[in-house]
């Protein structure tokens, strides 16, 4: 069995906007990464992300990236009880985020795909935690970009 998941959500901007929400680091910084992102979003840049629920600012890889379309990226698959907890196991997992505008590019339809876990106990728990934390970042993308609330403020410590 595959620990791989897809989650989505529709936003309702244009799709460079919400594109360029993620691929942008200030943008990001103001609704997902808690503790900051660095560097923009590029193929074949490495990026650091950080988040006040999971300690310290860690590499994330930039495979590919298809404007106004797809981002690909490689991260460390960490592993634990808890964002306390987990360390890096020794592997990467692979994130895909598409882009498809809708309703005459008025609306955007984010997925986001993630795979690469160890078909262990503890793969299937991170799997269970990164779906968590990517539905929580479309959530907190689609508030910011429509009504300028920035939803994780004060939800992690």
Avoid at 8 to 14: A, H, L, M, Q
Avoid at 31 to 56: I, K, M, S
Avoid at 105 to 125: C, F, M, P
Avoid at 134 to 155: C, D, N, P, Q, S
Wanted: charged share 25%; aromatic share 12%; glycine share 10%.
């Amino acid at each position: 069995m595959d620990f791989k998941f897809t989650v989505s959500g529709r936003i309702s901007k244009p799709v460079h906007e919400v594109f360029e929400a993620v691929a942008d680091p200030k943008q990001l910084s103001g609704y997902f990464t808690t503790g900051g992102a660095q560097g923009r979003l590029e193929t074949g840049a490495v990026v650091t992300w950080d988040f006040h629920d999971f300690p310290g600012a860690f590499p994330v890889e930039v495979v590919e990236v298809e404007q106004d379309r797809r981002i690909v990226l490689r991260w460390d698959a960490a592993e634990g009880e808890s964002a306390d907890t987990a360390t890096p196991s020794g592997y990467k997992t692979t994130v895909t985020l598409t882009f498809e505008p809708l309703d005459g590019n008025t609306r955007t339809l984010v997925s986001i795909t993630e795979e690469g876990w160890k078909e262990t106990e503890a793969g299937l728990k991170s799997s269970y935690g990164n779906c968590e934390g990517w539905t929580g970042m479309l959530a907190a993308m689609k508030v910011y970009l429509e009504h300028g609330i920035t939803l994780r403020e004060g939800f992690y410590r």
